[in-house]
């Protein structure tokens, strides 16, 4: 299940539990659920939950953590709002820190959540609904208990408001209070197993607060951007901030919460500030200054010569790798073509695209062996295909072979080789055979289609730091006809044209969990295609994908769900509908040291800053 909104970046990791199918119960469960309804208070999709009912803490927090101190962090771009309720502005980074939802992820298990604003849940045996028991003690920062109605009026105004979780939500069909502190969602269909999860996924908004006035006695509008600072219910608060360059998040000392279990040990430092940044080579020079504290690099040059500095040198900053981040999720990355765009209609084109991406010859001379290519929309997991289909794979393709490519049965899918001249003249040559057979020739060293029009398109960056991927890929394609131009623009203008959808191709990618579910609609599916917000960048709307994506929701069980996964895996692959590049086997950290750590970290996380904290000692020995 992925939960996080590429645009937005706060959706946190939160949810219900043991909603799978209902072979995943025990007889016992399935008999006492006969009779009464049963309340849980945590549970997996994979799995059962490590953490029994009435647990004390995480087992990677350290309980003891100071509480204190500051930890500065930056973003790259700028901010105008605080509403991430509508798909307009540029929204500031953390603010998720500032709200609560019904449940919360553990960083130490797959898509396993436990209760935070709820204290459990229940579901029937064919997942027609899930109604969720708030805790009575749970508070805004003013004071004002957390009720249903809140989680009502936060459901419906985030649906109507917001297209892409209008689509993401689309089969609930009711939110209704059943109480104060007690809400039934009700669903469209059954056998979604995952339905009752990903409702307790949603931050909650306080509606009294929104259909309040602001301090001039004007009335609020959840449907407009705001830089008034909301109200929430989580661990902090906005305390200040300087519009696009700065926000200093206060932690709340009566959080209503710190001493939940899901919370023991964590949100230990005072104040969490981010200082914005509109370029990268800034950014880093501002991390060499000491103006804030943590650095994640994601460029391979950079980190193999970059660091022969002061700070580096006398120990005050800290190198370290950390596979924890890649260990339960799959990524695909690449250049993604809009399949809006008259050029790229065509499967054969794309396809011949990816042949004058020389990956090898990257990895020899800008990348320092860094990286892998990547191969899978699920890259790196057991949900990726591979080899052929078969069993239980091959009876779900089956299903759908008039909706898919017949390559899905006859051939797998390889990225092509090259690394060397002679290696990318054959890759060249592939390609423009590939073109020809799509219509296109080579008049001189220009390739036209039949009317004498040149095949060429932009690639739109969100800033230059993939400028060095994407020049030698532009020199390539130059090389068969094809004209490209690449333009890197900055954030706010690559956000707006992200979701005019006014771009021919650009360089992203999607995380995916290791339950995907619901949001592949919103990835992927066709009626996504046709709605700017979503994550549906490409434009894909193909019958055979829709029809896979249902087998993915609808899966009864773990092993169906693997089997549907690499069927829509392999189908996307063949489609062509992104020219994958490559992605890091762990994450580059670099850091002042002025923190520490518990013993353990979460198996899954760095998780930084949640489980660190301000080390007094550490701090006054870099001063």
Not at 111 to 130: K, R, V
């Amino acid at each position: 299940m992925l939960i996080r909104n590429a645009a937005r970046n706060l959706t946190m990791l939160v949810a219900a539990a043991l909603i799978t199918a209902p072979t995943y119960f025990s007889p016992a469960l399935a008999q006492s659920k006969a009779n009464e309804p049963v309340w849980y208070h945590a549970a997996s999709l994979v799995g059962e939950p490590k953490y029994p009912r009435g647990f004390t803490r995480f087992d990677y927090v350290n309980p003891d953590a100071p509480k204190g101190g500051e930890v500065r962090l930056s973003s790259l771009g700028s901010f105008d709002t605080f509403n991430f309720f509508i798909p307009q502005g540029e929204l500031v980074a953390g603010l998720g820190l500032i709200y609560d939802s019904l449940m919360t992820s553990a960083l130490d298990e797959i898509s396993t959540d436990y209760a935070l604003l709820a204290s459990e849940f229940t579901f029937p045996d064919d997942f027609s609904s899930a109604t969720y028991r708030l805790r009575t003690n749970a508070r805004w920062h003013d004071g004002v208990p957390v009720t249903a109605a809140d989680v009502v009026w936060s459901f419906e105004n985030l649906t109507e408001l917001n297209p892409s979780q209008a689509n993401y939500y689309a089969d609930v069909v009711t939110v209704e209070a059943m109480g104060e502190f007690e809400v039934k969602f009700t669903f469209r269909t059954t056998g979604n197993s995952e339905l009752p999860k990903i409702v307790g996924q949603m931050l909650v908004l306080p509606k009294h607060w929104w259909e309040g006035t602001d301090p001039e006695g004007n009335p609020r509008d959840i449907a407009s951007s705001t830089l008034e600072p909301p109200l929430g219910s989580g661990p902090y608060r906005i305390e200040k901030f300087k519009p696009g360059r700065s926000i200093t998040y206060a932690r709340v000392p009566d959080y209503w919460a710190a001493n939940e279990p899901v919370n023991v040990g964590q949100n230990n430092f005072d104040t969490i500030r981010y200082e914005f940044f509109r370029d990268t080579t800034v950014l880093f020079e501002a991390f060499k200054g000491d103006q804030f504290d943590w650095w994640s690099e994601n460029i391979a040059r950079r980190w193999a010569t970059g660091y022969d500095f002061a700070a580096v040198n006398e120990a005050r900053i800290i190198r370290e790798r950390y596979e924890n981040p890649f260990r339960a999720s799959g990524v695909l990355v690449g250049f993604v073509p809009n399949l809006r765009r008259e050029q790229f209609a065509d499967p054969l084109v794309r396809r011949a695209i990816n042949y004058a991406f020389d990956f090898e010859d990257l990895q020899r001379n800008i990348f320092f062996g860094e990286y892998e290519r990547i191969n899978s929309f699920y890259y790196r997991t057991e949900l990726a295909s591979a080899g052929l289909p078969e069993g239980e794979e091959l009876a779900i393709l089956e299903e759908v072979r008039d909706l898919v490519p017949s390559e899905v049965f006859t051939t797998e899918y390889l990225s092509p080789v090259g690394g060397d001249p002679a290696k990318l003249r054959d890759n060249l040559r592939t390609a423009l055979n590939l073109l020809n057979q799509a219509g296109y020739t080579l008049d001189g060293t220009s390739l036209v289609d039949e009317n004498g029009k040149q095949l060429e398109f932009e690639i739109l960056l969100n800033g230059p730091t993939i400028e060095t991927v994407a020049l030698p890929f532009q020199a390539n394609l130059a090389k068969i006809g094809i004209k490209v131009s690449v333009r890197s623009v900055d954030s706010p203008q690559y956000i707006n044209r992200l979701r005019s959808r006014d771009f021919d191709m650009i360089y992203t990618g999607w995380g995916q969990s290791l339950a995907p579910g619901n949001e592949q609609r919103d990835i992927f599916g066709s009626a996504a295609a046709a709605q700017d917000s979503s994550r549906n960048y490409a434009g894909i709307a193909d019958p055979g994908v829709d029809a896979l994506i249902e087998k993915v929701i609808f899966a009864d069980d773990r092993d169906t769900l693997l089997a549907a996964t690499r069927a829509l895996d392999r189908t996307l692959l063949a489609n062509h509908y992104v020219i994958p590049s490559y992605t890091a086997v762990d994450s580059r950290i670099a850091r002042w040291d002025r923190f520490s750590k518990p013993d353990m970290l979460p198996e899954y996380s760095i998780g930084f800053p949640t489980v660190w904290w301000y080390d007094e000692q550490k701090a006054a020995a870099i001063e």
